[in-house]
């Protein structure tokens, strides 16, 4: 891996910004595209051990989760929508995100560092990865993205990731469009999921069962979208790999705009007047999830020969 061409590569992604498939082509160290965050720094709103991942990512120790600000995404129903939308949180260079990256390998003792949310700011999180293993880093890097990557970005992270855990949220680009606000979201997941692939195969583990290497795919189903998730299923077992290891979520919740309620005013059908109502937003995804849409994504997998998944209260040994 030639390091000085790796840094030379992310300044120049940051001069005219190609690092996700909106391609705001914008000079970051002048202005901001779409994510609304700057060239110099990353915005960073939480860095500490977190035991809200998969076991074989969290561990015993916990994963030393950095939660990056902003997102190039706007889904609807965001969970961590006050860190992704509202972009709270505070600004620390890459040397500064890399004395961090140490701090949890020494003091905290975590199993990894896992990298949420950085699609928008790759060039920083390679400059900081490199910066950290002159300082000694040597535990895994995980990349924790919604898979709205370009390739390009990707590339640059050839070598400096040893774990992606992608989401592949849905399948049709209305979906996309409508709860993503991304409507060519599917062509880039699958692109970024097979790119990803390409770079550290499938999932493989410690002998005590901690992730060390490979793809951990996760898939949320969503209410009333369990045909999405189906086709997803099959896609990955016939174009990545029917070995992959996939995390089929059941923790849906509507959070951010959804159930929200809002005035509408629209034109009276009788005496031409307008009328006002209040609606709720995103009615049709204001709900949890059903155990049997739950139960039909996880048949699908099963049938497109997908076999390792992830179990919440599983235990730490893996196949």
């Known amino acids: 891996m030639d390091e000085a061409n790796k840094r030379s590569r992310a300044y120049a992604h940051l001069s005219e910004c190609n690092l996700c498939p909106r391609k705001c082509g914008v000079n970051r160290f002048e202005t901001t595209g779409m994510c609304m965050i700057g060239a110099e720094t990353a915005k960073v709103n939480v860095i500490a051990p977190h035991r809200g991942e998969e076991p074989c990512i969290q ?20 969970q961590n929508h006050d860190i992704a939308h509202q972009r709270n949180g505070f600004d620390l260079t890459p040397e500064e995100l890399a004395e961090w990256y140490l701090k949890l390998q020494t003091v905290g003792n975590v199993h990894n560092i896992n990298l949420v949310t950085p699609e928008h700011v790759v060039p920083q999180v390679a400059l900081s990865i490199l910066a ?4 000694g880093l040597r535990i895994p890097i995980v990349y924790n993205t919604s898979a709205f990557d370009s390739l390009e970005s990707l590339q640059l992270l050839d070598g400096l ?20 606000k991304a409507e060519d979201y599917t062509t880039t997941a699958m692109e970024s999921i097979k790119e990803m692939h390409r770079q550290v195969g499938d999932l493989s583990f410690t002998s005590d069962g901690i992730a060390k290497k490979g793809v951990l795919l996760r ?15 099959r896609w ?5 790999s029917r070995d992959l290891y996939v995390h089929i979520m059941e923790q849906y919740h509507p959070d951010a705009h959804v159930g929200k309620k809002r005035r509408v005013t629209r034109q009276g059908r009788v005496g031409g007047g307008q009328e006002t ?9 204001n709900r949890a999830v059903r155990d049997e849409e739950l139960g039909s994504v996880k048949d699908a997998a099963v049938k497109a020969g997908l ?3 992830c179990e919440p209260n599983e235990g730490q040994f893996h196949l």
């Open 59 to 78: 561990g015993f120790h916990g994963s030393g989760s950095v939660f990056f600000s902003g997102c190039n995404l706007r889904c609807v129903f965001c």
């Open 161 to 180: 990731v040893d774990i992606y855990l992608p989401d592949f949220k849905v399948w049709r680009s209305s979906t996309s469009k409508r709860l993503l």
């Open 307 to 309: 076999w390792r998944f």
């Open 132 to 135: 950290a293993r002159d300082m």
């Open 236 to 240: 990955l077992a016939e174009n990545v």
């Open 277 to 285: 109502k209040e609606e709720v937003r995103y009615a049709e995804i």
């Open 219 to 233: 898939h949320l189903v969503m209410p009333g979208k369990e045909d999405e998730g189906r086709e997803i299923m």
